[in-house]
């Protein structure tokens, strides 16, 4: 799988981390075998695996900083934590998710690896040790927007940032989104819309943490889903 990885890395103008391509072989050859007796992923057919887990998850790459230290809230199998951590060896990555199980899988491939990701078995609203501790904080196929946020948000510093992973959708969600975005110390700064060939359209929503979040927040989960904030 090693050739297709470098064709298609290179086919989608991401030839800068070819020389990854052994890495994110071993990470999707052992994606594959663990999802025979784990649910990890649905997406079994290498050439999908690559475009729908390594390069769509290399799609933020360029938009965290040097060094900066990550959040993955909701993080399932290491998407996108593992290929980011592959192709950024500088980036420090918390990759969290409230599904122990799927953590064990993230943890052996950082020590299989030797990637810098620790992993969280938590949930994203009950975790005060992390808040306001992010430079960035991604966060891939979670929740919408409008609740994300609340996730997401107080976990970020003054100064740091969300960066949204969304489909089509994004657009539609982020409108209803931008009251909380507000009320938790946010700031749009850019919503870029986007086709990735062969897996459909993508909307990366980067908000910019401007003010510290108000204590009031996170709320429950129950109360975050039944009363999105507005
Ligand atoms: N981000 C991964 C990806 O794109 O492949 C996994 C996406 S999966 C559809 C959603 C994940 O979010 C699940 O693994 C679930 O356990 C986790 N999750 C949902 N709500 C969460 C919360 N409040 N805190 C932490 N994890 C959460």
């Known amino acids: 799988m090693t050739e297709l990885i470098k064709e298609l890395l290179t086919a989608y103008g991401m030839e800068?981390?070819?020389?990854?391509?052994?890495?994110?072989?071993?990470?999707?050859?052992?994606?594959?075998?663990?999802?025979?007796?784990?649910?990890l992923t649905a997406i079994t057919e290498p050439r999908d695996?690559?475009?729908r887990h390594v390069i769509d998850s290399l799609?933020?790459?360029?938009?965290?900083?040097?060094?900066?230290?990550?959040?993955?809230?909701?993080?399932?199998?290491g998407f996108p934590t593992l290929p980011l951590a592959i192709a950024?060896?500088?980036l420090v990555f918390t990759a969290l998710d409230s599904t122990a199980k799927k953590l064990t899988f993230v943890d052996a491939m950082a020590r299989k690896l030797s990637l810098n990701v620790t992993t969280?078995?938590?949930?994203?609203?009950?975790?005060?040790?992390?808040?306001?501790?992010?430079?960035?904080?991604?966060?891939?196929?979670?929740a919408?927007?409008?609740l994300l946020v609340e996730l997401c948000l107080p976990q970020v510093k003054v100064g740091g940032r969300l960066i949204a992973m969304k489909a089509q959708s994004g657009e539609e969600e982020l409108k209803e989104a931008l009251g909380g975005i507000e009320k938790l110390g946010g700031k749009v700064i850019s919503a870029d819309a986007f086709t990735l060939p062969d897996a459909g359209e993508r909307y990366l929503i980067t908000v910019e943490k401007i003010s510290p979040t108000p204590v009031a927040y996170p709320r429950p989960w129950g109360k975050i889903k039944k009363k999105p904030l507005i």
């Open 144 to 146: 919408r927007m409008n």
């Open 49 to 51: 695996a690559i475009i």
């Open 120 to 142: 969280l078995a938590k949930r994203a609203e009950e975790i005060p040790e992390c808040r306001e501790r992010f430079d960035i904080c991604v966060s891939r196929a979670v």
């Open 16 to 39: 800068r981390y070819c020389d990854k391509a052994d890495a994110f072989n071993v990470l999707l050859s052992d994606l594959f075998s663990v999802n025979e007796s784990m649910n």
């Open 88 to 90: 950024r060896p500088d």
């Open 59 to 77: 799609t933020v790459a360029d938009k965290i900083p040097a060094g900066a230290e990550v959040i993955d809230v909701g993080c399932g199998g």
